[in-house]
Nanobody, 124 residues
């Protein structure tokens, strides 16, 4: 069982930066693939980024590649999402997710556990 708690959301102007964090509990956290998703009002939840348990290269959605950076610290049981050059279209609730699979997945069904989400609002 894994419990996930996100933090770090807020209101920022376009071009600004935010750093989201996800704290995980559970003895086997180090073996989970971790992902970030987001959901804007009236839209489906969409993939943002993910990294495998080994902490290798992260995989990013085209819309955020080059602006967002995902990292994980297995010793601290945390994953982070550094978001730079934010745009109004990045406004959404951001969710942290954990998958028991060792592979990267971009669909919500690939993930077994979810956090409660944190709101990110980017003003123009």
């Amino acid at each position: 069982q894994v419990q996930l708690v996100e933090s770090g959301g807020g209101l920022v102007q376009a071009g600004g930066s935010l750093r989201l964090s996800c704290a995980a509990s559970g003895r086997t956290f180090s073996r989970y693939t971790m992902g970030w998703f987001r959901q804007a009002p009236g839209k489906a939840r969409e993939f943002v980024a993910a990294v495998t348990w080994s902490g290798g290269s992260a995989h990013y959605a085209d819309s955020v590649r080059g602006r967002f950076t995902m990292s994980r610290d297995t010793a601290l049981n945390t994953v982070s999402l550094q978001m730079n050059s934010l745009k109004p279209e990045d406004t959404a609730v951001y969710y942290c997710a954990a998958s028991q699979s060792s592979s990267i997945g971009v669909n919500t069904g690939h993930y077994d556990y979810w956090g409660q989400g944190t709101q990110v609002t980017v003003s123009s």
